[in-house]
């Protein structure tokens, strides 16, 4: 049987341990895959969130996607990198989290993601949750409770 203290644990709203939208490394719909993989390289990440001007999710972008779409027959097609917009190669495939979602929610999808989006009450991009904060947060809570 699951423990009251687990519950409550597992109950905690994930808006405590999200990244916020200001402190996000991201591009725009529109930005060029050159400009995108910049942001990647500079940042060291290995995907970010694509937004628009209001703030809305779109895609993921990674430098996997971007180097997929620059892959000719014989060698990888550089001079591209200007041409192709994110918005063509992003992946459209996110799973997104509400601001009111439990823990619980989270520690389900972070095993096959990275990072998750958040979403606010608008629909409007909050920021991310990471797996290494889920992590902490998790052993936190193993290290300090007995039962
Ligand atoms: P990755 O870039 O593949 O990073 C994997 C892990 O490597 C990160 O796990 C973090 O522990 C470490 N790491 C990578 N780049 C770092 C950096 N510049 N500074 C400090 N640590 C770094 P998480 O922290 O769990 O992040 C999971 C994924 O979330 C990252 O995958 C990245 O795709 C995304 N992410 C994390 N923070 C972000 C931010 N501020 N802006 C945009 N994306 C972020």
């Known amino acids: ?78 001079e591209k990198l200007s041409q192709i917009k994110v918005d063509d190669c992003m992946d459209r495939n996110v799973t997104i989290l509400k601001i009111d979602d439990t823990f619980q929610k989270a520690l389900d999808l972070v095993i096959n993601h990275a990072f998750l989006c958040v979403v606010d009450y608008d629909g409007t991009f909050a920021g991310i949750l990471t797996r290494r904060v889920i992590l902490k947060q998790l052993k936190k809570y193993i290290y300090q409770t007995s039962d």
């Open 1 to 78: 049987m699951i423990s009251t203290k687990k519950r409550t644990f597992l109950e905690t709203p994930i808006s405590d341990f999200i990244i916020p939208v200001e402190k996000v490394a991201h591009v725009l719909v529109g930005n060029s895959a050159e400009h995108a993989l910049l942001v990647l390289t500079k940042t060291g990440y290995s995907q970010v969130p694509v937004l628009d001007t209001n703030f809305h999710i779109h895609g993921l972008v990674s430098s996997k996607v971007i180097t997929e779409a620059i892959l000719g027959l014989e060698r990888i097609e550089y």
